[in-house]
């Protein structure tokens, strides 16, 4: 179907995917979870009448609007490359991730901007309430908008609710319900928004001890800071328990994932969790070597969280690439061979039809159906090209879940001692407190390369290998484009941070 692969050019379109992902990522959080309390801020405002909350909803709505224009920016720029340099995947599954994409522009992207113009000119010129009305709009708009972006990439995850059609070698859509009730799906969107609002409680925190540090805005920024404390305990809980659910969820459909960040190769009965470690470089799948120099696991928690049964058995990299009879686990080697007849057989069947040989159709379509759920597999060369790059996959998890466990003790002090009248003393608090945002960003950053990095080699799970995924053009030139993004994107944060820096210095108006 489709040959000669050119992995340097597959590479590059990676490496520019990533590129464009991971900056677009800077901005999108802080979108996602500022709206919500800035409609809460908002809110106050409303049923007080007291003019400090109108203050306080205004500044960081400013924040917001100026990391919204950036955030659209480079959203835009993603979405053409799928178009660009991943042009066959658009054309087999174009049917089916195209759809949510759809839905995402026409009614969740439209009513963010509808209400962003009220929100933002509407202050003096529309009544209090319908002013309040557009800020949460704001805020669903922002929230729908990435809930449709997660059902897309929650299928990719997952591909549920489709069929391949082997006259026009692409998937299509059977049932949209199942594509948007997935569990990923659903567990993605949950974890991304929970995980976003804590993000955002926590720039709320930084930039107010920013302020207290220096004994400005102290009014404003102890209000903001309970709110954001708040927001941002209630939050933790919830990051944890979807944590728990996505991790579950990919113990179920991507067990590659799991063990890779988990660094887990022999699989086990009452397998721990690695609290603490360090992996052994020179490990590599089906050896005997040790696969990490040194760790502190913890009993049977990973049987529970990937089974919910403390005794079960989880498997491990080398069970899922060379298979486990016990278990009824088949090897990467099998699947290969199985998906190499399923791509022959589906040749086959393409050009019995042209020459009018419905016998031979009929036998190469039965053939091709018996094996069609490998068919990705046969695009593989060898088992091992199933897993994942291990090392870059464990420590993204392990940073994440370490800064989760840390944000909302941080969060439980700034509400205590504010609580208390006791903030203003505690600098070593306030001290601690203004890279809490940046530590949120590496751990918001973290979760998207634990996803997208764990599930290579894997555009879509077990159907499309991201080698066949690619446009037909050379290295070079997705590597020209590569340079040109990662200059615009640098400019584009630089200008964000400049001016989101200028508005933080100036502080609220009316204060």
């Given amino acids: 179907m489709i040959e000669n692969f050119d992995m340097s050019m597959v590479n590059w379109a990676r490496a520019q995917f990533a590129l464009t992902a991971m900056y677009h990522w800077i ?40 990391n919204f224009a950036i955030g659209v920016a480079t959203g835009i720029i993603m979405e053409f ?41 509407g202050w003096n010129r529309v009544s209090k309430r319908f002013h309040l009305f557009s800020t949460w709009m704001v805020a669903l708009g922002s929230n729908l908008s990435a809930m449709w972006i997660l059902v897309a990439n929650g299928w990719m995850q997952f591909p549920t609710g489709m069929a391949f059609n082997p006259d026009t070698a692409r998937f ?17 969107f949950t974890h991304t928004t929970s995980s976003s609002m804590l993000l955002a409680s926590l720039f709320i925190i930084s930039i107010s001890s920013w302020f207290l540090l220096r004994g400005r805005h102290i009014e404003m920024a102890k209000r903001s800071i309970i709110v954001a404390a708040v927001f941002g305990l209630i939050t933790s809980a919830v990051v944890g328990f979807t944590g728990d659910e996505a991790a579950y969820e990919d113990a179920q459909h991507q067990p590659m994932k799991l063990a890779a960040f988990e660094g887990l190769y022999k699989g086990e009965k009452n397998a721990g969790i690695v609290a603490i470690g360090m992996l052994n470089s020179d490990k590599k799948p089906g050896d005997d070597q040790k696969p990490f120099n040194f760790q502190i696991r913890i009993p049977a928690l990973l049987s529970l969280l990937a089974n919910r049964s403390p005794g079960s058995f989880v498997p491990g990299i080398d069970d899922l690439v060379y ?65 994942p790059p291990v090392a870059t996959t464990f420590y993204s998890f392990h940073i994440m879940v370490a800064l989760g ?95 989101m820096t200028k508005q933080i210095s100036i502080g609220p108006e009316g204060e």
């Fill in 405 to 499: 466990t840390l944000f909302p003790l941080v969060c439980l002090a700034f509400l205590y001692f504010t609580m208390k009248d006791q903030l203003l003393n505690k600098r070593w608090l306030l001290a601690a407190g203004v890279p809490m945002f940046f530590l949120a960003m590496i751990a918001s950053q973290a979760g998207w390369v634990v996803a997208e990095v764990g599930r290579q080699p894997w555009a879509i799970q077990g159907l499309l290998p991201v080698s066949v995924a690619r446009s037909n053009l050379t290295a070079g030139t997705v590597q020209t484009t590569f340079f040109m993004f990662a200059i615009l994107f640098t400019i584009l944060l630089f200008a964000e941070v400049r001016i």
């Fill in 81 to 121: 490359e799928f178009g660009t340099n991943w042009s066959n995947y658009s054309w087999m599954v174009g049917d089916i991730f195209g759809a949510p994409l759809a839905i995402e522009g026409i009614i969740a992207f439209f009513l963010e901007a509808t209400f962003f113009a009220v929100m933002f000119f």
């Fill in 323 to 387: 298979g486990n009879e016990e278990y009824n686990i088949m090897g990467a080697g099998e699947k290969i061979e199985r998906g190499k007849i399923a791509l022959s057989a589906l040749d086959t069947y393409k050009k019995a039809k042209k020459e009018g040989n419905g016998d031979m159709a009929a036998a190469a379509l039965a053939s091709f159906n018996e094996n069609q759920e490998y068919m990705g597999y046969g695009f593989l060369e060898k088992p091992e090209d199933i897993v």
């Fill in 27 to 66: 901005f999108v959080p802080l979108t996602l979870g500022i709206t919500w309390i800035i409609a809460f801020y908002e809110t106050l405002y409303v049923k007080t009448g007291n003019e400090h909350w109108k203050h306080i909803t205004k500044f960081w709505a400013k924040l917001f609007g100026i």
């Fill in 172 to 188: 299509e859509m059977q049932n949209i319900m199942e594509v948007i009730l997935s569990p990923v799906a659903v567990s993605k």
